[in-house]
């Protein structure tokens, strides 16, 4: 998947796992691991092996994220619990270094990905869910053009806490307009000449233009 800012590509354990570690290792207090349910890894061996038995797998389908410009990859993002059948999926495990964080990129994957699942394969229904405490996916899921369905109280537990789970979707009947605002923001003239945004996705998402309120 190929945008103007980033490359999504399927995660290959050889080519990404080293430049991954050292980008993840630039989070000096581990931070982005503190709401998944594995990591931080002491090594790169110990990050390497649980890659290669988590992120080559069919279900969940891992993705690097990678920075065009330097061809490394700076974050990953996964489809998973796939239901062809009923039409819905969900993206998860995403987990981005600091120089992926509030960039460019890191919105246009989201959206890259988003298209494949609604223009691409044909879903219905495309999901998000994190732990109810982490404020900053619950906002990211918001800004992204997801709506908020609930929580599931103690829906599981992981790294010995409890996890309430909040619920996002996308529908196929909300796409076209999330797809319309997007596809704003990413015009080249919405950027300026350092790239910097001239509006944010918000506000194209909260045009009435876009049939978004």
């Not at 945008?3 to 399927?10: I, Q």
């Not at 974050?75 to 819905?88: F, K």
Request: proline share 5%.
């Amino acid at each position: 998947m190929e945008g103007r800012w980033c490359v999504v590509e399927p995660f290959d354990l050889h080519r990404h796992g080293g430049q991954l570690f050292d980008a993840y290792a630039e989070d000096a207090e581990d931070r982005i691991w503190t709401y998944l349910p594995y990591g931080p890894f002491a090594s790169l061996a110990d990050f390497q092996a649980w890659a290669a038995a988590t992120c080559r797998g069919d279900d969940p389908r891992f993705h690097a994220i990678v920075e065009p410009a330097t061809g490394r990859a700076l974050g990953v993002a996964s489809y998973l619990r796939i239901v062809p059948a009923a039409g819905v999926i969900e993206v998860g495990h995403i987990n981005y270094a600091p120089r992926l964080q509030r960039t460019a990129m890191a919105t246009e994957a989201m959206f890259l990905m988003m298209r494949r699942v609604f223009d691409e394969l044909g879903y219905r229904r495309y999901e998000w869910k994190c732990d109810a405490l982490n404020v900053a996916s619950c906002r990211a899921a918001e800004r992204l053009g997801f709506t908020f369905e609930g929580v599931f109280r103690q829906a599981t537990i992981y790294k010995g806490r409890n996890r309430d789970t909040a619920w996002y979707a996308i529908v196929d009947s909300d796409w076209p307009a999330i797809r319309s605002a997007y596809e704003a923001w990413l015009a080249p003239e919405n950027f300026d000449a350092a790239g910097d945004q001239r509006t944010g996705l918000s506000a194209h998402l909260l045009n009435p233009v876009s049939g978004r309120i």
